[in-house]
């Protein structure tokens, strides 16, 4: 059986009372029904996992039944999930997915070129946070996450008092200071490879002298544990989409700027209709309308998912980017990745790709789980272009500014041939195009980086602050050194010289909030932020 017996995933009208509800399914067709709460998957949409016993009821007449409750919206079975698995194979200059020169990767010659642009896109910007510094955030939902890996960049909740049994932030999670396992319904972000390798793709943290570099260099990565059943993937969207619910209602003091999700697994085996699955497919225009762009990893089967279906990658919705693998010669993987000329949107590299695994070690894996964050990275890049105009459009329409993005995504594509008919775009990510794109629309003046310093050469404590500010600088400036304080809106709050390698700095008439932090020395410039709690 593909689904859990006795389960069905239930989305009620807002005014409808669940209690109510389930005393009117007390007995069906003569038979008590023993029906029962057993979750709350989604308070915002009034999503639950209820439960009867399969062994008196029949499962399909009871679905059937409910469906056309007229307090219902939408009903279904809660099926299994499973990971896109990426087998395992045994620095920067072996990503060639970011950069291909012809190197040896694994015993694969590749193709000078037959990559996504990446250090070209770099020219503009290598990621983090956007204009007005507002810090950019890749939600992934996955197995499990080493979230004390030391080259990935953890998003932690700092709205959350951590392990005080409190739900400091009102968001309906308790204690979600580093996201939330949506499997076990607590804050525990267990281990794993899988979610481990996907992150590393997407944000490894650049430019550290630590092992590989991500394709944002500095973005933060939202671990959410979401693989075991389809009620547990509505529960960990629900979660994503609750915290940039909160960040654009707040304006940025609650919530994080999750602009996209990735999502490396689906069902079992393809074949599965959507039609079967209207409440995960719903997911995507939901988390859209916030903002946030869903990037899912097709099948690791070679099956044309336009005749056979697949979810979620069959789920129609234009907020969601469905993605294939393709291989260092610029090939659909031919072992095994599915295609689709509707339902594939484009390639991105998944072959003998290095990234992060548990324990601070980096292993090569093989599987559209791996192309997907790419993408994912991708998104998250187009975000962090310093250009006013985009922050504004981010903040005041932030579903159409998700669109926007995913169209510069599939224009900025290299057409390919083993692609063609294969896929929406017909090509591979190039990101260093969609860029081009995108400045293009936004008409910016956007220049080349000034050098970043390494953010080990500067500490700022305490972080978060409450008065006094302390900053200390590892290597002495020969001139004046600089910091700066930007809210969300990109408005300067606080500036001030640096005369010394310490110095202390008197914040307490800063409002609360987080804060993007610019120190310029002689030899360069360090961003990164501080929340202020006066």
């Not at 399914?25 to 998957?41: C, D, I, K, N, P």
């Not at 995108?438 to 980086?449: D, F, P, S």
Request: proline share 3%; charged share 20%.
């Amino acid at each position: 059986m593909n689904h859990i017996d006795g389960d069905l995933i239930v989305m009620m009208k807002k005014d409808i009372k669940g209690t109510d509800f389930i005393s009117a399914y007390s007995t069906f067709q003569g038979r008590a029904t023993e029906l029962r709460f057993s979750q709350l998957l989604s308070k915002r949409m009034n999503i639950w996992l209820l439960h009867f016993n399969s062994s008196i009821i029949n499962g399909n007449a009871l679905l059937s039944a409910i469906k056309h409750d007229n307090r219902v919206l939408n009903a279904q079975f809660n099926f299994f999930v499973k990971p896109r698995n990426t087998p395992d194979d045994p620095d920067f200059k072996f990503q060639w997915g970011l950069s291909n020169t012809g190197q040896s990767v694994q015993g694969i010659t590749g193709i000078s070129g037959a990559d996504i642009s990446a250090e070209d896109a770099w020219d503009l910007t290598t990621g983090g946070t956007m204009a007005n510094g507002a810090t950019i955030v890749i939600a992934i939902d996955d197995d499990g996450f080493d979230l004390a890996h030391q080259d990935i960049r953890f998003w932690k909740n700092a709205y959350e008092i951590p392990d005080n049994q409190v739900d400091d932030d009102s968001n309906g999670y308790v204690d979600d200071y580093d996201g939330w396992n949506a499997v076990d319904t607590n804050n525990i972000i267990s281990s794993s490879s899988h979610g481990t390798k996907v992150a590393g793709v997407a944000g490894a943290t650049g430019n550290n002298e630590i092992g590989i570099t991500g394709m944002n260099w500095n973005v933060e990565i939202m671990p959410v544990i979401g693989l075991g059943t389809e009620a547990q993937v509505i529960a960990s969207y629900s979660y994503i989409l609750e915290m940039r619910f909160l960040y654009n209602q707040s304006q940025g003091t609650k919530g994080a700027l999750v602009v996209a999700a990735n999502a490396s697994l689906g069902l079992g085996e393809f074949g599965e209709d959507p039609a079967n699955h209207p409440l995960w497919c719903t997911m995507y225009d939901s988390m859209g309308r916030v903002g946030i762009l869903n990037v899912v990893a097709t099948s690791n089967a070679n099956v044309d998912i336009d005749v056979v279906n697949d979810v979620p990658t069959s789920c129609a919705s234009d907020w969601l980017i469905t993605v294939t693998n393709t291989t260092s010669t610029d090939q659909k993987y031919p072992s095994g990745a599915a295609w689709g000329d509707t339902t594939v949107d484009l390639g991105a590299p998944g072959t003998n790709i290095l990234s992060t695994d548990q324990n601070n070690a980096y292993t090569y894996s093989t599987g559209c789980s791996v192309s997907a964050p790419f993408v994912a990275g991708a998104v998250s890049l187009l975000y962090s272009l310093q250009c006013n105009q985009l922050v504004i459009d981010a903040l005041n329409d932030p579903s159409g500014t998700a669109l926007r993005i995913k169209k510069f995504i599939l224009e900025g594509i290299d057409s390919i041939a083993d692609l063609k008919d294969k896929t929406v775009s017909g090509g591979r990510l190039n990101v260093n195009r969609s860029l081009e794109h995108e400045v293009a629309y936004y008409n910016c003046n956007v220049a080349v980086q000034e050098p970043e310093q390494k953010k080990e050469n500067v500490r700022l404590y305490p972080n978060p602050v409450t008065n006094d500010l302390f900053v200390h600088l590892e290597v002495a400036s020969q001139s004046p050194s600089f910091i700066s304080l930007t809210d969300i809106f990109g408005r300067t709050i606080f500036s001030e010289l640096l005369n010394s390698i310490d110095s202390r700095l008197n914040l307490s008439k800063i409002p609360k909030g987080i804060y993007a932090v610019t120190i310029k020395t002689d030899t360069g410039m360090v961003h990164t932020s501080i929340i202020v709690k006066n």
